[in-house]
Nanobody
Framework: QVQLVESGGGLVQPGGSLRLSCAAS????????MSWYRQAPGKQRELVAS???????NYSDSVKGRFTISRDNDKNAVYLQMNSLKAEDTAVYYC????????????WGQGTQVTVSS
């Protein structure tokens, strides 16, 4: 059974930082491209960042220079360090895993709420 479990969300003031974690189980983690998406109320889900094992990292323009995605293949985990948070970063953040070869094998986490507010 595949599970992606996010943690680390919460309420933070503008300019603050949070670190999200996603623990994966039930997949060959190294074979998966790991991504963070987010969805704000009334908006479509959007890609925040993605990381390929041993490969390139991509960021959306809106978070470039403020967010850092990383992965630990030994711990089957992916992280999102979020600095200089803004109110517009408020959203539910989702972890997403997609097999780099069999791209139809993909999974979502349940999401974690991030609220940036004073």
């Amino acid at each position: 059974q595949v599970q992606l479990v996010e943690s680390g969300g919460g309420l933070v003031q503008p300019g603050g930082s949070l670190r999200l974690s996603c623990a994966a189980s039930g997949i060959s983690f190294r074979l998966y491209t790991m991504s963070w998406y987010r969805q704000a109320p009334g908006k479509q889900r959007e890609l925040v960042a993605s990381i390929i094992s041993g490969g390139p990292i991509n960021y959306s323009d809106s978070v470039k220079g403020r967010f850092t995605i990383s992965r630990d293949n030994d711990k089957n985990a992916v992280y999102l360090q979020m600095n200089s948070l803004k109110a517009e970063d408020t959203a539910v953040y989702y972890c997403y895993a997609r097999n780099a070869i069999r791209v139809t094998n993909s999974y979502w986490g349940q999401g974690t709420q991030v609220t940036v507010s004073s």
